[in-house]
Nanobody
């Protein structure tokens, strides 16, 4: 079984920075896409950033130029560096992976449990 464990959320002032990390555990052979979604109160979950293996990162327009997604394929981790944070970035952030090959199983997608990011003065 594959699990995603997130860390790094918290409270930060506007203009500040946070770094989120997510580690996938289990007998993993490969993960096609790794990234982050977020869900603010009363809103739908939205894609923040995604990074296919060996590919180019894709970002939501609202975070372009401020957020950077990176991954370590040797350790099956994905990180999200968030700079110049705004109050509208406040949300629960979810780690998300697609097309996971683990043991004898193939998972289309797996979600993390979520970590709260609050941007407020």
């Amino acid at each position: 079984q594959v699990r995603l464990v997130e860390s790094g959320g918290g409270l930060v002032q506007p203009g500040g920075s946070l770094r989120l990390s997510c580690a996938a555990s289990g007998t993993i052979f490969g993960i096609e896409s790794m990234g982050w979604y977020r869900q603010a109160p009363g809103k739908q979950r939205e894609m923040v950033a995604s990074l296919p293996k060996g590919g180019v990162a894709n970002y939501a327009d609202s975070v372009k130029g401020r957020f950077t997604v990176s991954r370590d394929d040797a350790r099956f981790t994905v990180s999200l560096q968030m700079n110049t944070l705004k109050p509208e970035d406040t949300a629960v952030y979810y780690c998300h992976v697609e097309n996971v090959h683990a043991g004898a199983r193939h998972y289309l997608q797996i979600w993390g449990q979520g970590t709260q990011v609050t941007v407020s003065s």
